[in-house]
């Protein structure tokens, strides 16, 4: 990319000018930061194409940096560090960074690093050009009647790209794929898509995380931070699981979406961002108001346009070209050759009810094409509980001719899953089939709140 703008935030001196001047010989515009106070600075002044981020810094870590990057949308970023382990480069790689430098590196490799990201930058702004022409829906598989109602909604409701549109289905339905798409159909498809999901925010920090604090705003707040409202400035804020959010942050939320306004935490004056709101539901939200968990306001603001997608269950004619969609992808990840589904795999995929959704059958093919050893999907090849059309419904626990203490081994399993979880209540939820919500509730029940 010619005349690309890269932020270089490193804390040795040295190192920080001669990578700055080696860059800037190349012909990249280049700014800098020896800490993460002046990278900050440096991303309110403007956001670089791409982020040159030192690990270990004076106030905190390059990660904090790495994460508000990845999530405002083309920002490419490679981390350095000179105590690079296997677990801190993955993690880094996990967490968005496309590449990790372990200094001393050579100027040779970063610059051919750099060039790497950069074009990987360009492809991907111009395959989402090119997507803004392709239409609604194109990374979702759907021709039944049930999905092409689905995206005929998202073609009415995308360009109109400040009215509020709640998506609503159970888990694995694809409600983030179609966030996505509004987006892309929208006028704001050149801006961030900022994706959040909100059961995994803890509730003490969640406030701060979206919505940013001021320096001294509480006991950690060394420096200010802007939250993923801000971050979504120009293009699409979603909100994911939008039920997990508490009463108080609630009417907060309800105050931006009708007036764009909002107050950092611990911040004085108010902050104006144009940012549309999409979010996402699995759960009855009526129940919820009437249950006093959800503010009724709240709830008739973000439901100004619902759109329901269908569960597997409701559109087997769409799960043959899902099929098809998914070993072509896991054909080219693994390096498999598989040609074809035999008819009679076909009808058991069919048969089977799919309470995971698209997401359950996209792991389950996922698993098969890894472990097949032929050109052709046969029925052998498929997990064993898809035999019978069914999911498994043996029950987990023996029940006696005398019963058994219900609470007492609903208490025990929480205990258990708050084990395993080490703590973490989102974790804990996701080995029960309980929302973090869920878990909070049996907390108090049972008295296990801290």
């Known amino acids: 990319m010619t005349n690309a703008r890269v932020l270089i935030l490193e804390d040795d001196d040295l190192l920080r000018q001669v990578t700055a001047e080696r860059l800037e010989r190349e012909g990249y515009t280049v700014v ?40 405002s949308g083309d920002t490419v970023c490679v981390m350095m ?39 990987r930058t360009r492809l991907r702004r111009e395959v989402r050009a090119l997507r803004r022409g392709v239409g609604v829906g194109e990374d979702m598989v759907g021709s039944s009647p049930a999905m092409q109602e689905v995206f005929e909604l998202v073609r009415r409701v995308a360009p109109a790209d400040s009215t509020t549109v709640l998506l609503e289905g159970e888990t694995g339905t694809g409600k983030g794929l179609l966030a996505r798409s509004i987006h892309r159909a929208s006028q704001r498809a050149e801006g961030p898509f900022v994706n959040v999901t909100c059961s995994a925010l803890a509730e003490s920090v969640m406030e701060s995380e979206l919505f940013g604090h001021e320096k001294g705003a509480f006991t950690d707040a060394r420096t200010m931070k802007r939250g993923l409202v801000e971050l979504a400035e120009g293009g699409t804020l979603f909100l994911d699981e939008i039920g997990e959010i508490g009463l108080r ?36 939200l009526e129940e919820e108001v009437a249950e006093e968990r959800f503010r009724e306001d709240l709830y008739y603001r973000l439901r100004v346009f619902p759109i329901r997608l269908p569960p597997l269950r409701e559109r087997p004619s769409d799960i043959p070209a899902l099929v098809k969609t998914f070993v072509e992808e896991f054909n080219r990840q693994f390096g498999k050759k598989i040609r074809d589904i035999a008819p009679e795999t076909m009808a058991v995929l069919k048969k089977y009810p799919w309470p995971g959704n ?31 059309g069914q999911p498994s419904r043996e029950p987990a626990v023996e029940l006696g001719t005398e019963g058994l203490d ?38 108090k029940k049972y008295g296990l709140e801290e």
């Open 358 to 388: 698209v997401r359950e059958l996209r792991n389950m093919i996922e698993r098969t094409v890894l472990l097949a050893d032929g050109p052709v999907l046969t029925p052998d090849m498929l997990p064993a509980q898809l035999a019978g």
């Open 81 to 119: 560090s000179a105590h690079a382990t296997v677990s801190s480069a993955v993690g880094a790689l996990r967490a968005g960074a496309v590449d990790y430098l372990e200094k001393p590196f050579s100027f040779d490799r970063l610059s051919a690093t750099i060039k790497g990201a950069l074009e």
């Open 406 to 443: 219900f609470e007492s081994l609903e208490r025990s399993l929480l205990e258990a899953a708050l084990r395993r979880a080490e703590g973490n209540r989102t974790e804990a939820g996701r080995l029960l089939g309980m929302s973090r919500h869920q878990v909070r509730n049996r907390l």
């Open 249 to 284: 942050l609630q009417g907060k939320l309800l105050q931006f979406i009708e007036e764009k306004r909002f107050r950092r935490v611990g911040g004085t004056k108010d902050l104006v961002v144009d940012a549309r709101v999409v979010t996402a539901t699995n759960r009855d």
């Open 32 to 71: 800098t930061a020896a800490n993460l106070a002046e990278g900050r600075q440096q991303l309110e002044q403007q956001i670089p194409d791409l982020a040159l981020l030192d690990i270990k810094l004076p106030d905190g870590e390059g990660t904090e940096l790495l994460e508000e990057l990845t999530r």
